[in-house]
């Protein structure tokens, strides 16, 4: 497979505006979601999730959209804060299974 | 702070040594997992417990891999005989059957491996 190593898809944008991050996630089986945030030398953390038979969930300044019949997912963020520079992950899960199976991540970069 | 917690945050040591790091996740959670990160990478599994049974284990957790959660409630990941490649960071995770719409796991802030 592709090695991404250090080089993340990069977002930038400038504070304020709307981000919006993707994910292609790989198993028609997946059913439940999951964004997490992760700044440099901290552990990820939860943003949001959303289950498969949802197709758009929102929390405070995020929404998940979901897109099954094409395996696809964005994270969309609103008013954008320079707080907000990190990397990105999409998670997908199935029922029953205990494994978090992680997507490449994005770094956002949101410049003052 | 309840979150879960690691310990250490950083571990530096040399070829063929053993390392433990361990792992005391949010009080009232069951489920406890370990995920290792690689510069660049998301996380990767490597093992879960639900109590004090392990129930599953990746492929990537080769023999000199060894997790326990004797009483079911924190956990220890040791690695015998460290190589260069076992350098990473060790992430716990944790989640509570039943709790939110899904398999909610929250992480820990992680042990950075540096095996010289």
């Known amino acids: 497979g592709e090695s991404v190593g250090l080089h993340l898809p990069t977002l930038s944008v400038q504070e304020g505006d709307n981000s919006i991050i993707n994910c292609a996630y790989s198993?028609?089986?997946?059913?439940?979601f999951i964004w997490y945030k992760q700044e440099s030398g901290k552990g990820p953390q939860f943003i949001i999730d959303?289950?498969?038979?949802?197709d758009k969930r929102q929390g405070q300044r995020v929404t998940v959209l979901l897109n099954k019949t094409v395996k696809h997912l964005s994270l969309q963020i609103a008013a954008t804060q320079p707080g907000d520079s990190a990397v990105y992950f999409c998670?997908?899960?199935?029922?029953?299974?205990?494994?978090?199976?992680f997507g490449k991540g994005t770094m956002l970069l949101v410049s003052p | 702070d309840t979150g879960v917690s690691q310990d250490p945050r950083h571990k530096i040591t040399k070829r063929g040594q053993n390392v433990t790091f361990r792992c005391d996740p949010i009080?009232?959670?069951?489920?406890l997992y370990w995920y290792r990160q690689t510069l660049g990478q998301g996380p990767e599994f490597l093992t879960y417990?639900?109590?004090?049974?392990?129930?599953?284990k990746s492929r990537l957790l080769s023999d000199r891999f060894s997790a326990e959660r004797p009483k079911g409630s924190f956990s220890t990941l040791e690695i015998q005989r460290t190589e260069q490649g076992d350098s990473a960071m060790y992430l716990c995770?944790?989640?509570?059957?039943?709790?939110?719409?899904?398999?909610?796991?929250?992480f820990g802030p992680g042990t950075r491996l540096t095996v010289l």
């Open positions: 959303i289950r498969s038979n949802m």
């Open positions: 995770a944790s989640s509570s059957k039943g709790q939110g719409i899904g398999n909610e796991q929250f």
């Open positions: 417990f639900q109590n004090e049974a392990q129930l599953e």
């Open positions: 198993n028609s089986a997946s059913d439940y």
């Open positions: 998670a997908e899960n199935i029922s029953g299974y205990s494994t978090l199976t």
């Open positions: 009080s009232e959670h069951n489920r």
